[in-house]
């Protein structure tokens, strides 16, 4: 059986045998038979870790250490709330740092706590503690976005929208210029269009 780890663009996080292209946590959300209590988030640091790092190996969902989850691209990640390793992913996370400086117009690069506290503010819903969802104009959208369509996560492109599943995105669609319902969070929104660019599957560019 999967282990119930895996996380979609809603934010989601589900046990399917897929695993993806990034791994990350939020946190000890497990118990000692590897199974998920209701907690869906300890930390407001969520992050996007590379699946290997210096030949480090760890049993996955040791008891008392971090819940591994995984991701099926960057972009996905993104949209569930999270943002780049500082350790791992140092190079994308000092990307992140300075597409975040230009989009909020900063004169410093901020710190990960600052921008862990603006993503968590964004990303939660208070009242339900589910994803926290906005409503956007489809043509001021960058590419990297997850939007809703008809209850599926879409992922905004140059050429279209692309359909998202575990299986990988569809061809793509034709833009209209409507208003849309966001899963990515406003931040991160802001950072895709200050310049940065997700690592996203193969079928993104199929």
């Known amino acids: 059986m999967p282990l119930q780890n895996r996380v979609t663009p809603f934010g989601e996080i589900v046990a399917i045998p897929e695993r993806g292209l990034f791994t990350g946590n939020r946190g000890v959300l497990h118990d000692e038979h590897k199974q998920l209590g209701r907690r869906r988030w300890v930390l407001k640091a969520w992050l996007i870790c590379l699946l290997e790092f ?4 760890r049993e996955v969902m040791t008891p008392r250490r971090w819940t591994e989850l995984f991701f099926f691209d960057e972009a996905v990640a993104i949209a569930a709330g999270h943002r780049p390793c500082y350790q791992c992913r140092y190079a994308d996370f000092r990307r992140w740092q300075a597409a975040w400086s230009e989009a909020k117009g900063l004169s410093m690069p901020p710190r990960a706590p600052e921008m862990d506290v603006c993503l968590h503010a964004e990303r939660i819903d208070p009242k339900t503690r589910l994803q926290q969802r906005w409503t956007a104009a489809l043509d001021d959208l960058p590419p990297g976005t ?3 369509v008809d209850g599926v996560p879409h992922l ?3 050429d279209g929208l ?5 299986r990988g995105y569809d061809a793509p669609i034709t833009r209209s210029a409507s208003d849309v319902t966001v899963l990515t969070p406003p931040s991160s929104v802001a950072v895709l269009r200050a310049g940065y660019k997700p690592v996203l599957h193969a079928s993104a560019s199929l």
């Open 54 to 57: 210096k030949g480090r190996h």
């Open 162 to 166: 692309r359909r998202w599943s575990w």
């Open 146 to 148: 997850f939007i809703e």
């Open 156 to 158: 905004v492109q140059a």
